[in-house]
């Protein structure tokens, strides 16, 4: 596996447990259309992912998050 | 043309199926008359004030009013201009000499309201590539500041001294830091760990700026707040306060050590482009300011009257915010809106005001009848509270 497909498979791990609506997730979900998680779980999913990859991801960079695929993206961008 | 009160439809949606139950709207009660801090006629009724943050009662006291009329008659009704430009008076000044002694503090900035304290300090200090690390249970006042501004923003869970800290050690290293936290959040009345959560920011090179609107006058020694309470407002960077809580009028501020502190009357848009309080207002905000650091025995009542009224509630069986009553603030957690607008109706018509608090001001969607309990709130008047609160909770099949 490359690189981001190793973080694409850590952050579906990651999402799991705050599915549940049990999405189907492929790289273009949306997280608050499709998932529809409230302000809160978004802080405790962000605080996870912060964790993992030991990294800062602030809410002006939340803000241009909308999918799964450019988490991945942000995640690649910051771990570099 | 597109309407652009569409992105409002969902709001409009939620308000008429409140309205449609036959509820008075929670959000549009006049005070008809106003007769103490305390009392006040509703629709014609007498009622009690219990959500107001007047904790300390200071809105009627003669020597506040006189301090005003004073002004009023010898400076007029208002300055008609900025702070820098001819909006500063003797009593501007005075005011924050007020705030001076009363923080013991060296710099005072006093603002025309509290929200605009906290969008001045916050979006002036913090500048891009700095980062703002607060609490997100945060005022809105404060995201307002973080919105004007262009720093980093990074919230952490409410409280979580571990989230804080490994927040401020992932900050690049050379950027500056400004965390941002309050002494009393005032949608559930409960308090930071300040000693805590300071300490792990200034060991992570971060200047600290603390809102202690709800404090002010009511916790610590002096009245000073919760860093006071605390033992540890000396290592506070900066404090943001407002005059329309335990001061009893409107303004905002922000008291400081910092040498370069002045500078920030020149640079700071919210501070600047705006007209300065009238000369009535900063008046009453002085002579308050005085007062209240000599109220330990109204301190000590306040205290009184929130464990009674917190004790009270909770025998009633009701679901509160805090354990303990850790302010004066007391939350009552109702199940959801529906249930909030009919009890907060049942208590209006027993002749009882508090806040009804909904989402999204409420952390994790709650819906909150907050009450503010006032230093001049009698022992009887609590009573009374407790006796209203028992009949519309009944009334409403809130409690057993």
Not at chain 2, 157 to 174: C, M, S, T, V, Y
Not at chain 2, 276 to 284: G, N, Q, Y
Not at chain 2, 377 to 395: C, N, Y
Request: proline fraction near 4%; aromatic fraction near 8%.
């Amino acid at each position: 596996m490359s690189d981001r497909q190793q973080t694409y498979a850590k952050t579906l791990a990651m999402i799991a447990p705050f599915n549940k609506k049990g999405v189907a997730i492929t790289e273009a979900t949306r997280f608050a259309q499709d998932l529809e998680w409230d302000s809160l779980t978004v802080l405790d999913f962000v605080a996870t992912v912060e964790d993992e990859f030991d990294v800062l991801i602030s809410m002006n960079l939340q803000a241009e998050i909308e999918t799964v695929g450019q988490l991945v993206d942000a995640l690649e961008r910051l771990k570099a | 043309m597109s309407d652009l009160f569409a992105k409002f439809d969902p709001v409009i949606e939620i308000r008429e199926q409140l309205l449609a139950t036959g509820r008075t709207d929670p959000f549009n009660l006049v005070m008809e008359k106003v007769e103490s801090p305390t009392v006040a006629i509703c629709n014609g009724k007498r009622t009690i004030l219990l959500g107001t943050y007047n904790y300390m009662g200071m809105t009627f006291d003669p020597d506040v009013i006189a301090a005003g009329k004073k002004a009023l008659d010898e400076f007029g009704s208002g300055t008609t201009g900025s702070r820098v430009l001819n909006g500063t008076y003797v009593g501007h000044r005075a005011c924050e000499e007020a705030l001076k002694d009363f923080y013991a503090m060296d710099h005072a900035m006093v603002f025309s309201t509290g929200y605009q304290a906290n969008l001045g300090i916050i979006s002036t200090l913090a500048g891009k590539d700095d980062y703002i690390v607060l609490d997100i249970d945060s005022h809105a006042s404060i995201y307002d500041g973080c919105a004007l501004g262009n720093a980093q923003i990074v919230p952490f869970r409410h409280n979580d001294i571990d989230a804080l800290e490994k927040r401020l050690k992932r900050i690049p290293e050379g950027a500056g830091k400004l965390v941002v936290l309050e002494g009393v959040y005032s949608m559930l009345g409960d308090i930071a760990p300040l000693k805590e959560m300071v300490a792990v920011s200034k060991a992570n090179g971060a200047m600290v700026l603390v809102d202690e609107a709800h404090s002010m006058g009511f916790i610590g020694e002096h009245g000073r707040g919760v860093a006071e309470a605390q033992g540890i407002i000396d290592d506070v960077d900066f404090i943001i306060g407002t005059f329309s809580k335990s001061v009893g009028t409107v303004g905002g501020f922000c008291v400081s050590n910092h040498p370069k502190f002045e500078i920030l009357r020149l640079v700071c848009r919210p501070y600047v482009f705006t007209a300065s309080l009238p000369p009535s207002v900063v008046a009453t905000a002085a002579t308050s300011i005085r007062k209240l650091a000599n109220s330990a025995d109204k301190r000590a009542h306040l205290w009184e009257n929130s464990k009674r009224l917190h004790a009270g509630l909770r025998q009633l069986g009701f679901t509160l915010g805090t354990d303990e009553p850790q302010s004066a603030i007391i939350a009552v957690i109702m199940p959801d809106l529906e249930t909030g607008a009919a009890m907060w109706e049942a208590l209006l018509n027993e002749g009882l005001y508090v806040n009804l608090a909904r989402p999204p001001a409420t952390p994790a969607n709650m819906t909150l009848l907050r009450c503010s309990l006032c230093a001049l709130h009698s022992a009887d008047q609590v009573g009374e509270i407790l006796a209203m609160f028992a009949a519309a909770g009944r009334a409403t099949g809130c409690i057993d």
